[in-house]
T-cell receptor, first 116, second 114 residues
Framework: DVKVTQSSRYLVKRTGEKVFLECVQDMDHENMFWYRQDPGLGLRLIYFSYDVKMKEKGDIPEGYSVSREKKERFSLILESASTNQTSMYLC???????????????FGDGTRLSIL | AQTVTQSQPEMSVQEAETVTLSCTYDTSESDYYLFWYKQPPSRQMILVIRQEAYKQQNATENRFSVNFQKAAKSFSLKISDSQLGDAAMYFCAYRGYNTDKLIFGTGTRLQVFP
């Protein structure tokens, strides 16, 4: 079974802090994703990585950055946390579509982040 | 740009009954993939069912089936013989043929009553 592990289930930080959310997958997936989930808004893509050191902005990248130094690990960074970044953050991974277009994304448990 | 709409923020169903969750999407592509994901309370999001647009036959997975109407751009999920464990947020998602990215709807919260 695919395992996508997010480092924390719950996290509380203060405004202005630099926050790191870590995600690790064990299926040799090329793609990794960071989403933000808010009630009534569904899942919105923050950043996407299709290879080591490669990244693409998603729909809401402002205030965030990412790092992918190893294939299995994808980090989301809040450079200076603000209260409007309080949310649920979901990491996902998948194979690239060239392997099999029908491949789904596999999700971690999520990190509920509160910025005070 | 593609969009996915789930017009039912909440639905409820009695145990053992059948419920249908609606999803519509907008796209100009002819080939694409559609997915339903389930997110139980405080638990991991998991894939329920998937459909390739080029297949006319509706996908089924045990008690879960879809009604895929390509011309109407509709992709509804039917849950038969509902169980308490089916209570969750359900998200409909679209992926274009040549992209790795998913576009999600806003979700439908399903409650199941005994």
């Amino acid at each position: 079974d695919v395992k996508v592990t997010q480092s924390s289930r719950y996290l509380v930080k203060r405004t202005g802090e630099k926050v790191f959310l870590e995600c690790v997958q064990d299926m040799d997936h090329e793609n990794m994703f960071w989403y933000r989930q808010d009630p009534g808004l569904g899942l919105r893509l923050i950043y996407f990585s299709y290879d080591v050191k490669m990244k693409e902005k998603g729909d809401i990248p402002e205030g965030y950055s990412v790092s992918r130094e190893k294939k299995e690990r994808f980090s989301l960074i809040l450079e200076s946390a603000s209260t409007n970044q309080t949310s649920m953050y979901l990491c996902a991974s998948s194979f690239r579509i060239r392997r099999d277009g029908n491949q789904p994304q596999h999700f971690g448990d999520g990190t509920r982040l509160s910025i005070l | 740009a593609q969009t996915v709409t789930q017009s039912q923020p909440e639905m409820s169903v009695q145990e053992a009954e059948t419920v249908t969750l609606s999803c519509t999407y907008d796209t100009s592509e002819s080939d694409y993939y559609l997915f339903w994901y389930k997110q139980p309370p405080s638990r991991q999001m998991i894939l329920v069912i998937r459909q390739e647009a080029y297949k006319q036959q509706n996908a089924t997975e045990n008690r879960f089936s879809v009604n895929f109407q390509k011309a109407a751009k509709s992709f509804s999920l039917k849950i038969s013989d509902s169980q308490l464990g089916d209570a969750a947020m359900y998200f409909c998602a679209y992926r274009g043929y040549n992209t790795d990215k998913l576009i999600f709807g806003t979700g439908t919260r399903l409650q199941v009553f005994p």
